[in-house]
């Protein structure tokens, strides 16, 4: 009998081979963390956000932020911080895209080529931004881009304060 079922399996897993199914890819929401009154000057949000790459074809998931899942319009963007899970995007390769809701690039490049390996951040500053700071004021669409490894993982942390300082 045993052998029966043995030669039936074989016989299975010639016939029908091994299928694989890929995972699809994931932007998941972490927790937010919401900071008061920060040495009297300002409030501050953190947002993290969980990227997971699809595990056949590295796509990457796009992330909608609506602000008012937050309580945050009208905020400014502050900081970006990118960093990497064991398993980290096309090292010096990846980008990460913030576009409102007129497709406009909110993040105007500036969070492009990262690390495979290592936490960075951006901050925004009159350097970066001459009297314009990013505003949430709409929906922001949330991509990483030119990613080519699979199950790549990274978490984005956005930072968004009330006024500037």
Same mark, same amino acid.
């Given at each position: 009998?045993?052998?029966?079922?043995?030669?039936?399996?074989?016989?299975?897993?010639?016939?029908?081979?091994?299928?694989?199914?890929?995972?699809?890819?994931?932007?998941? %929401?972490?927790?937010?963390?919401?900071?008061?009154?920060?040495?009297? &000057?300002?409030?501050?949000?953190?947002?993290?956000?969980?990227?997971?790459?699809?595990?056949?074809?590295?796509?990457?998931?796009?992330?909608?932020?609506?602000?008012? #899942?937050? /309580?945050?319009?009208?905020?400014?963007?502050?900081?970006?911080?990118?960093?990497?899970?064991?398993?980290?995007?096309?090292?010096?390769?990846? #980008? %990460?895209?913030?576009?409102?809701? &007129?497709?406009?690039?909110?993040?105007?490049?500036?969070?492009?080529?990262?690390?495979?390996? %290592?936490? &960075?951040?951006?901050?925004?500053?009159? &350097?970066?931004?001459?009297?314009?700071?990013?505003?949430?004021? /709409?929906?922001?669409?949330?991509?990483?881009?030119? /990613?080519?490894? /699979?199950?790549?993982?990274?978490?984005?942390?956005?930072?968004?304060?009330?006024?500037?300082?």
């Amino acid at each position: 009998m045993k052998r029966k079922i043995l030669a039936w399996l074989l016989f299975l897993s010639l016939v029908f081979p091994a299928v694989s199914f890929a995972v699809d890819a994931s932007a998941t %929401l972490g927790t937010v963390e919401r900071f008061k009154n920060i040495s009297g &000057q300002y409030n501050r949000v953190v947002i993290p956000i969980v990227f997971t790459a699809n595990s056949g074809t590295a796509a990457m998931a796009t992330y909608t932020l609506d602000p008012s #899942d937050h /309580n945050i319009s009208g905020w400014y963007l502050w900081r970006i911080v990118s960093d990497p899970g064991s398993t980290g995007p096309s090292n010096g390769a990846w #980008d %990460l895209d913030i576009s409102d809701a &007129q497709s406009l690039l909110v993040s105007r490049n500036l969070h492009d080529d990262k690390s495979s390996t %290592l936490t &960075q951040e951006t901050i925004f500053s009159s &350097q970066t931004y001459p009297l314009l700071f990013p505003m949430i004021v /709409n929906t922001w669409s949330i991509t990483i881009g030119d /990613n080519s490894v /699979n199950s790549a993982v990274v978490t984005i942390y956005l930072t968004f304060v009330d006024r500037l300082f």
